[in-house]
């Protein structure tokens, strides 16, 4: 190309997004409609997208903290409690701990007759409930919220006075009766050290995955006998055996919100720019060229459809703060592809309508116009 060709198509190529850039401003191009129609269907279906998707984690959160997930080896004095909690470390266990009845026979003299059970467990083993108040960390008793609620709703800080004198507690922790087994309804867990021997072993498995709860077995103390008992439960089974999370998000019904999205993008760019035909048409009868008319369309579009989809992000940002406050994140991620396709659906439109706009047709579009 000479230098005086390559001049030329710069200062057309200039020409054509001056003109874009005036019609934008100046409301020609209808950009005001096109944002608006994108940004208004796009943050709705996404909003509706992001309901379905809350529904679908609210489960999976509530399958979790049910105990749906957690897994448990019983074997009355045969778990090998630094072997339990050795678990932790492979890969898709959450949390492993053990516990045993404590040896000691402790009483509450403010609740003589109330069978509060004094549960012995290792380090991790508060990994594996739901700490209400108080940290599940600390040196100190952990008190089920039933028997803080009997004493008087006792709380971190606060000292239970047992037989054997006051011991300081540490925290609450909820443990409902939903259907779970009922070993910790009643109960205070006393910190223990992870060496010698347990009566459970409690497994969290995230995604859940009844298959895992075989590598219980490898908590079993190496001197067991044989004829001891040993059994392998899900903690919880009301809410089902399992939750498959990803088949429920594959198959949610609002899968096809990005389809939707490209396909009204697509007919609302074609009618915003075949609604212009009379208008192409006889730009074209005046001598401008296909090329520079796609072009000059293409980047009004282009133009609307950037801003429609930064107020659409920004707009289904806010939707996924309330709606899923503990994922926003992900929320967010998958939504985006409803104004991403949308605004790609609308570019394609807008071009396939300037494409059949014919010079040909001057006439009929004039005979057409409102």
Known sequence: ?????????????????????????????????LVAALFAFCLTLGALDCVVTADILNAADKFRASGGATYVLS?????????????????????AGAFRKSEEDYEIPA?????????????????????????????????????????GALIAGDFLHTSDGPALITGTFSYPNDGRAPSLENAVLVPASNIGRFDECWMTVWPPDPSAARLLNAAIAASTAA????????????????????????????????????????LVGFLSIRSRRLELASARHCGVSVFDQLAHLLIETTAGCVLALSLTVSGLWIV???????????????????????????????????????????????????
Not at 1 to 16: A, E, H, N, Q
Not at 75 to 92: N, P
Not at 243 to 250: I, L, P, Y
Request: charged share 20%.
């Open 1 to 33: 190309m000479r230098p005086d060709d390559r001049s030329g198509c710069i200062l057309r190529l200039s020409s054509i997004f001056s003109e874009a850039v005036r019609n934008v401003a100046s409301g020609t191009s209808k950009t005001a409609a």
């Open 75 to 95: 074997a009355q004095d045969s778990v090998d409690g630094a072997a339990c909690e050795r678990l932790s470390s492979t890969e898709g266990v959450v949390a």
């Open 111 to 151: 609740l003589p007759s109330s069978g509060v059970s004094f549960i012995e467990v290792t380090p991790r083993f508060s990994e594996l409930i739901s700490v209400t108040t108080g940290s599940a960390n600390a040196d100190g008793l952990l008190l089920s919220d039933s028997v803080s609620s009997s004493l």
């Open 227 to 266: 004829e001891t008992r040993v059994t392998v439960q899900q903690l919880n089974v009301r809410l089902g055996e399992s939750f498959d999370g990803a088949v429920a998000f594959e198959s949610r019904r609002t899968m096809k919100a990005p389809l939707a999205g490209l396909g009204f993008g697509a």
């Open 320 to 370: 996924a703060l309330v709606i899923v406050p503990d994922h926003p994140g992900f929320a967010v991620a998958e939504l985006v592809r409803i104004p991403l396709l949308g605004v790609v659906g609308a570019v394609a439109g807008s071009g396939m309508a300037t494409l059949i706009s014919r010079e040909r047709h001057l006439f009929r579009y004039f005979k057409q116009r409102n």
